[in-house]
């Protein structure tokens, strides 16, 4: 079993529409969860971040990570044609000395216009 | 201010020759990390940094050989590599226990 699932996709949904994003963790000791966006042959840009359970909102995005399930989720609402991108989860425990991060597999998304 | 900058953007070389990816940032943070990424997998850490001693080796080949030269630089020097060595790499930078912020990437390819 993977340490971070996530769904591939792609995904493709009509422009507007909101977005759900989903990724599933199995190790309780993961601390800091982490959402990036990367468009194609750039690197990845950090676009939520958060350490406890509930939600965490900026502008159209919304971060939510349940603990006791190890699930997280991203949701993206009025989705934009520019939001086509790959979303990563990203999970690390934070220990003294190991800063390793965790990625999930990314999952493709298109917003049709 | 949140950037990492790396150079060059593209790299071209032959499995001869010796050539080195540079990153920069000027955040202050004292972790510093290589990734490198293939067409539509995601980011594998290679090497890291913390507060310029190396912490963490994933088990690189010795023909990608990393340094830093102080808190603000980290250098990959590239040699002898094989054609499945092509990919993005990728530095990136974080407080410590903190986000990370990723460059945009050398594209390299070796024929």
């Known amino acids: 079993q993977k340490e971070v699932e996530q769904d591939p996709g792609p995904l493709s949904v009509p422009e507007g529409a909101i977005v759900s994003l989903n990724c599933t963790y199995s190790n309780s000791a993961f601390q800091y969860f982490m959402w990036y966006r990367q468009y194609s042959r750039k690197g990845p840009e950090l676009l939520m971040y958060?350490?406890?359970?509930g939600n965490k909102e900026d502008g159209r995005f919304t971060a939510q990570v349940d603990k006791s399930s190890k699930y997280i989720s991203l949701f993206i609402r009025d989705s934009q044609p520019s939001d086509s991108a790959t979303y990563l989860c990203?999970?690390?425990?934070?220990?003294?000395?190991?800063?390793?991060?965790?990625f999930g597999t990314g999952t493709r998304l298109t917003i049709i216009p | 201010d949140t950037e990492v900058t790396q150079t060059p953007k593209h790299l071209v070389m032959g499995m001869t020759n010796k050539k080195s990816l540079k990153c920069e940032q000027h955040?202050?943070?004292?972790?510093m990390y290589w990734y490198k990424q293939k067409a539509k997998k995601p980011p594998e850490l290679m090497f890291v940094y913390s507060y310029e001693k190396l912490s963490i080796n994933e088990s690189v080949p010795s023909r990608f050989s990393p340094e830093c030269p102080n808190s603000s630089l980290l250098n990959l020097h590239l040699h002898a590599l094989q054609p499945e060595d092509s990919a993005l790499y990728l530095c990136?930078?974080?407080?410590?226990?903190?986000?990370?912020?990723f460059g945009s990437g050398t594209q390299l390819s070796v024929l």
């Open positions: 990203a999970i690390r425990i934070s220990n003294f000395g190991n800063e390793k991060l965790t």
């Open positions: 990136a930078s974080s407080q410590q226990g903190g986000k990370l912020f």
């Open positions: 955040m202050g943070h004292r972790a």
């Open positions: 958060t350490y406890s359970s």
